[in-house]
């Protein structure tokens, strides 16, 4: 059964950097486009960025056009999202999710297959 899991959230200052990570334990990630969504407190889940299966396409939110970059590791079964140049208003839970296509045709919660738990991702002085 698919899941997928992420890691790598954490406590870091305005400007620094974080890497996310998200497995799928026993389940090969690359049938899937993998999606990150993000959801500050107080606010709807948003979709951050996709990467589509094989090398396909790859598409941001514009909050994160130029900071975040979204790659695969297929060796490794893993999608990470790398974040650079993070402000206070990225602070959120972020989490992995599987997409029912494999494509990046869009980034909303209704092209979601499987949800992992979330990372938290606090951005503070």
């Known amino acids: 059964q698919l899941q997928v899991v992420e890691s790598g959230g954490g406590l870091v200052q305005p400007g620094g950097s974080l890497r996310l990570s998200c497995v799928g334990p026993?389940?090969?990630?690359?049938?899937?486009?993998i999606g990150w969504f993000r959801q500050a407190p107080g606010k709807e889940r948003e979709g951050v960025s996709c990467?589509?299966?094989?090398?396909?396409?790859?598409i941001h939110a514009e909050s994160v056009k130029g900071r975040f970059t979204i790659s695969r590791d297929n060796a490794k079964n893993t999608v990470f999202l790398q974040m650079n140049s993070l402000k206070p208003e990225d602070t959120g839970i972020y989490f992995c999710?599987?997409?029912?296509?494999?494509?990046?045709?869009?980034?909303?919660?209704?092209?979601?297959?499987?949800w992992g738990k979330g990372t938290q991702v606090t951005v503070s002085p």
């Open positions: 990467i589509s299966s094989g090398t396909g396409n790859i």
């Open positions: 026993g389940y090969t990630l690359d049938y899937h486009a």
């Open positions: 999710a599987a997409l029912k296509f494999g494509k990046c045709f869009y980034l909303t919660e209704d092209a979601v297959d499987v």
